[in-house]
């Protein structure tokens, strides 16, 4: 009986090596919801995407020499600039060296 129960489990391992395997499982198919969220995930990264080049070329447009003297005076009435500092800033300002500030045939002096 032993040579019988030998002869049974090699048969049922040959069985077992040219058994028809099973198939593979068909590979996932997409689905609505993943196809949704592959949308929203574009659609934000265009958003911030624009947003970031928007900012990054944003002309900023420097101060005029006014808004800056005025910046200026309300310093100096608070007592955070002296006399001798505001004099200096009223004649930097508005020479006509100072970028962006109007020449003097246009108005751009400051008075005292």
Known sequence: MGNA??????TN????????????PPP????????????VALFVAVIVGWWY?????EEITP????????SFEEAHAAGEID????????AKL??????????PSEGGKVSD
């Open 5 to 10: 129960l030998k002869l049974v489990q090699a």
């Open 13 to 24: 391992a040959w069985v077992f090596l040219f058994a028809a395997k099973p198939s593979p």
């Open 28 to 39: 996932p198919q997409p689905t609505i919801l993943g196809t949704i969220v592959v949308i």
């Open 53 to 57: 080049w928007r900012e990054a070329h």
């Open 63 to 70: 101060d005029a020499p006014e808004d800056l003297l005025a």
């Open 83 to 90: 006399d001798e500092e505001i004099k200096r800033l009223r």
């Open 94 to 103: 508005s020479s006509p060296s100072f970028p962006h500030s109007k020449k």
